[in-house]
């Protein structure tokens, strides 16, 4: 019965109170819409109400239809498909951060669910049964890294396979023999440190597990991390900081952690900067970043978080890899913000990522450009070659593109890089200071003289830029600044052998021009008591004078 004066409402249970979700006309379509509802399994109840408006005004209801549901939210749990999968073969690989990262991207729907970090489920005979009970993930996910791991050993996948179980019981038995020990009232990290046993990674091991019980209390991945930074503020922590960085890096893992962590960016590119600055310990608080950002950045700082900046730099790799913009809402600053990111990456000191991360930076550069064709991997590098705004930076791009094997064409770029740039400034710009300029030159022709780049020509090219630092010693009177000849005698030679050891100079040339600054006084008439004379006070100058004669020693001029 339908009419005018006739409508059908799809009504849902939502705190014990029916509401109306939609009014059809027809019958048919509001239960194909009531039934539809109920097939996405979040509802508790769904009913469809005919009503019938009367010529007096009155409404009657008749109730049509009324289905009960589960009132849980269906979860996809199923796995991620990864792209590769490390081959363990000892049962601590399978707690590596290779491992672990694995285990992270492959398990993300499943770990998300149960705000579960790769650390924990390892650890946990509880979870680890949960995991390997729900459905058919366990042999799902044995059957995908077997494949994967078989195509570099060169096993059949049976035989991965049948490893990988054998590898799991053992797991699964290790937690299960370690997760007697109560819990403290605590929850610091001294409290669970004194109930870990035996040493080594032994001892590691069930402080990870004790670690991870606790951990597994909190429902939240900032909380999780809250309680880490936490423990890793603790006084006793010591070596221990180790073992915090390990489930920080699994933390850094999810997508959500990470932009909560990082609070607002207005675009995957600023956002891809942060990251890298956050994994060097340099990172600006964004708007609504949470407490635990500054303690963060603060260890990323102090340099005690290793794994965890492995990950958040193979996240910056994998997302320049990919194809999402970087300025989505913007296309038409995909360009500057992509110069933005490279400079970020890739500085006078060195690229953040290795070789992954350059080679990711020719592969977007490529995208970006649309450079197709033959050859088009050496045209996207001297494309990229291009966006770099020195000579210092290009060569580390190179250098790490050649790392694992340098082809003569990359070799060929190189030499015309090193060769064609015969001034300071082609290779660090103008506005650097000196000092910086030096180091930045120095750390270069490091990269240049190392077992990366081929020899020949790796000597001359060397060669070159120990040349280019000469000429810039000589030319801004670095070294007649620093021995200023109105200066007393002692001031200036601890200067000149401070400077000499600083680093800042390339040992050849110009750390000789520097040294035969220094020889020349030692080898003036009565040296020392010249020096003693120019130091005023006797005592502060044999004070100065024994310093003076360390520091020789530390350079090496005895």
């Given at each position: 019965m339908s009419g005018r004066n006739t409508a059908f409402e799809i009504q849902v249970l939502k705190d014990k109170n029916w509401v109306?979700?939609?009014i059809r006309p027809d019958e048919a379509a509001a239960t194909a819409f009531a039934d539809s509802l109920l097939q996405k399994g979040n509802l508790t109840a769904v009913r469809v109400v005919r009503t019938y408006l009367r010529q007096d005004g009155s409404q009657s209801e008749t109730v049509l239809l009324e289905k009960s549901g589960d009132g849980k939210v269906k979860t996809d749990l199923s796995l991620t498909q990864v792209q590769d999968a490390p081959v363990c073969r000892e049962l601590?690989?399978?707690?590596?951060?290779?491992?672990?990262?694995?285990?992270?991207?492959?398990?993300?729907k499943y770990l998300d669910e149960l705000v579960l970090t790769p650390t924990e489920l390892l650890h946990l005979p509880g979870e680890l049964k949960r995991f390997g009970d729900k459905d058919?993930?366990?042999m799902t996910a044995v059957d995908l890294a077997a494949g994967l791991q078989a195509k570099q050993t060169g096993e059949e996948s049976k035989v991965r396979r049948d490893f990988l179980f054998t590898m799991w019981e053992k797991i699964f038995a290790r937690a299960r023999n370690t997760s007697g020990i109560k819990l403290p009232e605590a929850k610091t990290l001294a409290a669970l440190q004194k109930l870990a046993p035996g040493a080594g990674e032994e001892r590691s091991f069930?402080?990870?597990?004790?670690?991870?019980?606790?951990?597994?209390?909190v429902r939240s991945w900032l909380g999780k991390l809250d309680l880490l930074l936490e423990w890793a503020a603790e006084p006793k922590v010591g070596d221990d900081i180790t073992l915090i960085d390990g489930v920080i890096a699994d933390l850094m893992i999810p997508a959500q952690v990470l932009q909560d962590v990082m609070g607002f960016q207005s675009n995957l590119g600023t956002a891809l900067c942060s990251i890298a600055d956050l994994a060097l310990g340099r990172a600006q608080a964004a708007k609504f970043a949470p407490s635990c950002f500054v303690p963060l950045n603060d260890l990323f700082a102090t340099e005690r978080l290793p794994q965890a900046r492995q990950v958040l730099l193979n996240r910056v790799t994998r997302e320049l890899r990919g194809t999402n913009p970087l300025s989505r809402n913007e296309p038409g600053q995909e360009y500057e913000m992509f110069n933005k990111l490279v400079h970020h990456m890739v500085g006078d000191l060195g690229l953040l990522g290795g070789p992954a991360m350059a080679e990711a930076m020719v592969t977007r550069y490529g995208a970006m450009v649309r450079v197709n064709g033959q050859d088009s991997t050496l045209r996207a590098i001297e494309g990229l070659l291009g966006v770099l705004c020195d000579s210092c930076r290009r060569v580390h791009l190179l250098v790490s593109l050649g790392e694992v094997g340098m082809p003569a064409e990359l070799l060929e770029l190189l030499k015309v890089q090193v060769t064609g740039s015969d001034h300071i400034n082609f290779w660090v710009p103008v506005k650097v200071p000196p000092r910086d300029r030096m180091v930045a030159m120095t750390v270069t022709h490091g990269v240049l003289a190392s077992s990366s780049v081929p020899n020949p020509p790796r000597d001359s090219l060397a060669q070159c830029l120990d040349e280019v630092l000469t000429r810039y010693l000589v030319d801004e009177g670095v070294i007649e600044k620093i021995d200023k000849a109105d200066d007393p005698l002692a001031m200036r030679a601890i200067r000149l052998i401070k400077f000499c050891g600083s680093g800042v100079l390339i040992r050849g040339k110009s750390l000789d021009l520097a040294r035969s600054r220094i020889i020349e006084h030692l080898r003036q008439p009565q040296f020392e008591e010249k020096f003693l004379a120019s130091s005023g006070d006797p005592s502060s100058g044999e004070k100065n004078l024994r310093e003076f004669h360390r520091l020789l020693r530390e350079v090496g001029f005895a």
């Open positions: 109306i979700q939609e601590d690989d399978f707690y590596s951060l290779a491992a672990r990262l694995t285990v992270g991207r492959m398990a993300r058919r993930l366990l069930q402080l990870r597990t004790l670690m991870s019980r606790r951990l597994v209390e």
